[in-house]
């Protein structure tokens, strides 16, 4: 894994030092090794992480007349094809990485046929000394990032938003319009970020800029096509999928592991893949705990499994690193065990496996219908989606107005529009209850439901409503949350996170899989459950989904916590943005258990630990060393 960083700016004669501040500030991506590449008004860095031709894989790596180079981020997990057709169409390689069938596939076949031909996780940039063109691309699913601010004749491009914070032509000035929807979502949600005038390439485009002028095409897009494949033909196609991706995902010239919680996705990873090293965290609580039973597992598949203990104090004194390193206020708190987790697995290996993007593949979420109600009650649900799209929605608008009975919400959303109720897997503070906290200047943005509607309006012609949020869910929670913070926790601790659910081959698969055999009143994620039936020990491959548990609630009843918190909220800064007095009696009443607003409060904390690290400090790095303690 690596980092990249780049600038066209004619107003800095001397590039070499803000190029190389600006690689430094990523240093953590790539600490192995650096490149630069200048050309004119051109500056491209480079941070490597060794992870395929260790010796050999210095970047920027050109073509063969040095007309071309390139820089990369991520795997391409079928280079040794690639690289044969390419020898046999006459290039000569010098290396024997995967990034270099980038810059001779560019040659050969043009960006887009390029994009069609490579299956991987992936951020590259390729720079044309001929014509002075820049043309970078994002992976299908938005693994790995690429961000650009493009203002005042000064175009920047680079991994990590941090590293724009060195450019001496970089005006940073906070978004005022990303807080409200940060306050519902729990993550910059808005195609802008933080920084205004800073935006994301978004996941499956690709950019080309020439002569000052900027252009992104899409080139890839998740498109269900539901067929009507049996269950038995679903779970073999699922689990023949998985047996060659993770085969992919684990080529490696350095140690490689995998992550391992109690659930279904990592356990059927860690299953097939069998790796000498697995790891799995916990908090020093009662509250929740799921180490044990992933160490059950690997005990029972004849693994090592290395458990991580956090104590309340080294979770909360990690929040400004965290943070730091997530470069916009994310307040999902499962940041935190996996911060731990990386830093853990770091200790024995480089590479580390894990199972991201199955729940938005294969229909895990709860909120797509699958509710802890009867058996019953999930079977009249599930008879209620064949019913005629009319019938269903009329019925969705009676059920939204009767009053409350058990079930009620389950068969309300089995027939009504995913529009109407669904904006994704987090929904912290509603937008009335966002406009009441904050003050009057940072209420003006972009609605939820405009938000959401950017997909919805892509897939607003499906029969389906299960599919329309899976689909909303690809392209909001998971890629700018899920994928977001995977990516950082694991770059801040030097390690290269894999997915193996989140391949092209699969996702073909996923997408023509009929939602019966995904969501019924047997489960959720079923046929992917059956699948792993065929690895795992049944009661792990059937395990309700729990996520990374922490136990905020408890942290923020303990005096210490609750203090903290409290200090943060009554600073004048903090009375910029919110209604102070509201925002302290929500947390007083939360510590003495007069509320259960601990998401609500979290997600303003966070708020106020980032602005602090980026507007108050400057953007330095916080001067804190958490540490993980092992359980034997």
């Known amino acids: 894994m690596c980092g990249i960083v780049g600038f066209v700016d004619g107003k800095i004669a001397d590039k070499k030092p803000v190029l190389n501040s600006m690689m430094e500030a990523i240093r953590h991506r790539g600490p192995n090794s650096a490149g630069t590449l200048q050309d004119k008004n051109v500056a491209i860095g480079f941070r490597r992480l060794s992870i395929i031709d260790v010796n050999n894989g210095m970047q920027p790596i050109y073509n063969e007349d040095k007309t071309k180079a390139v820089v990369f981020n991520g795997e391409i997990y079928n280079y040794v094809e690639l690289r044969e057709e390419l020898k046999s169409l006459g290039h000569v390689f010098n290396t024997s990485t995967d990034t270099e069938v980038l810059v001779h596939g560019f040659e050969?076949?043009?960006?887009?046929?390029?994009?069609?031909?490579?299956?991987?996780?992936?951020?590259?940039?390729?720079?044309?000394?001929?014509?002075?063109?820049?043309?970078?691309?994002?992976?299908?699913?938005?693994?790995?990032?690429?961000?650009?601010?493009?203002?005042?004749?000064?175009?920047?491009?680079?991994?990590?938003?941090?590293?724009?914070?060195?450019?001496?032509?970089?005006?940073?000035?906070?978004?005022?319009?990303?807080?409200?929807?940060?306050?519902?979502?729990?993550?910059?949600?808005?195609?802008?970020?933080?920084?205004?005038?800073?935006?994301?390439?978004?996941?499956?485009?690709?950019?080309?800029?020439?002569?000052?002028?900027?252009?992104?095409?899409?080139?890839?897009?998740?498109?269900?096509?539901?067929?009507?494949?049996s269950l038995e033909d679903a779970v073999d196609q699922i689990d023949q999928a998985m047996h060659d991706s993770v085969k992919k995902h684990s080529v490696s010239d350095v140690p490689v592991g995998s992550l391992l919680s109690s659930g279904v996705d990592s356990s059927y990873v860690t299953a097939i893949f069998k790796p000498q090293h697995t790891y799995s965290i916990d908090f020093d609580t009662n509250t929740y705990e799921e180490g044990s039973a992933a160490s059950a597992l690997a005990s029972k598949l004849g693994l090592e499994n290395t458990r991580g203990i956090v104590t309340r104090e080294e979770a909360i004194k990690s929040i400004p690193l965290i943070q730091y390193h997530m470069d916009e206020p994310e307040a999902n708190p499962s940041c935190v065990p996996l911060y731990f987790l990386t830093k853990l697995a770091s200790k024995d290996v480089t590479v580390i496996l894990s199972g991201e993007g199955a729940d938005e593949l294969f229909a895990g979420y709860a909120n797509y219908g699958y509710h802890s109600h009867s058996k019953a009650v999930r079977i009249l649900g599930e008879n209620l989606k064949k019913l005629p799209k009319g019938i269903r929605y009329n019925l969705a608008r009676g059920l939204k107005h009767v009053p409350n009975f058990q079930g009620r919400l389950h068969l309300y959303e089995s027939t009504a529009k995913a529009e109407e109720f669904f904006i994704g897997q987090a929904r912290?503070?509603?937008?009335?209850?966002?406009?009441?906290?904050?003050?009057?200047?940072?209420?003006?943005?972009?609605?939820?439901?405009?938000?959401?509607?950017?997909?919805?309006?892509?897939?607003?012609?499906?029969?389906?409503?299960?599919?329309?949020?899976?689909?909303?869910?690809?392209?909001?929670?998971?890629?700018?949350?899920?994928?977001?913070?995977?990516?950082?926790?694991?770059?801040?601790?030097?390690?290269?996170?894999?997915?193996?659910?989140?391949?092209?081959?699969?996702?073909?698969?996923?997408?023509?899989?009929?939602?019966?055999?995904?969501?019924?009143?047997?489960?959720?994620?079923?046929?992917?459950?059956v699948a792993a039936e065929r690895n795992l020990p049944k009661e792990w491959a059937k395990r309700e989904k729990l996520g990374f548990p922490v136990p905020i609630r408890d942290w923020i009843k303990t005096d210490d916590v609750y203090l903290e918190f409290r200090k943060l909220f009554s600073t004048d800064f903090a009375e910029k943005f919110f209604d102070r007095s509201l925002i302290i009696k929500m947390l007083d009443d939360c510590h003495e258990g007069k509320n259960d607003d601990r998401r609500k409060v979290w997600t303003i904390y966070i708020f106020l630990i980032w602005y602090k690290v980026f507007f108050i400090d400057g953007g330095k790095k916080p001067d804190v060393d958490p540490q993980v303690l092992l359980q034997a």
């Open 108 to 229: 050969e076949w043009g960006i887009d046929e390029l994009l069609k031909q490579i299956r991987g996780m992936f951020v590259f940039i390729i720079y044309d000394f001929e014509s002075g063109e820049i043309t970078g691309a994002r992976d299908f699913f938005g693994i790995k990032p690429l961000y650009y601010y493009n203002h005042n004749g000064t175009f920047l491009f680079a991994s990590e938003i941090k590293a724009f914070l060195r450019h001496p032509n970089f005006e940073k000035e906070f978004n005022e319009r990303s807080l409200k929807p940060f306050l519902t979502f729990q993550y910059s949600a808005t195609d802008e970020t933080f920084f205004k005038n800073v935006y994301r390439i978004p996941e499956g485009h690709y950019f080309t800029f020439k002569n000052g002028q900027l252009k992104i095409v899409k080139y890839w897009d998740m498109k269900f096509s539901e067929e009507n494949l």
């Open 428 to 529: 912290v503070f509603n937008e009335t209850e966002a406009k009441q906290i904050l003050k009057s200047e940072y209420q003006d943005s972009e609605s939820v439901s405009e938000i959401v509607m950017k997909s919805y309006q892509k897939v607003s012609q499906s029969e389906d409503e299960v599919k329309k949020m899976q689909y909303l869910d690809l392209h909001q929670f998971m890629t700018k949350d899920i994928l977001l913070k995977a990516d950082r926790m694991s770059m801040a601790n030097s390690t290269e996170l894999r997915v193996p659910f989140l391949d092209t081959e699969m996702a073909e698969i996923a997408a023509k899989i009929p939602t019966k055999h995904l969501l019924n009143s047997k489960d959720s994620k079923y046929a992917l459950r």
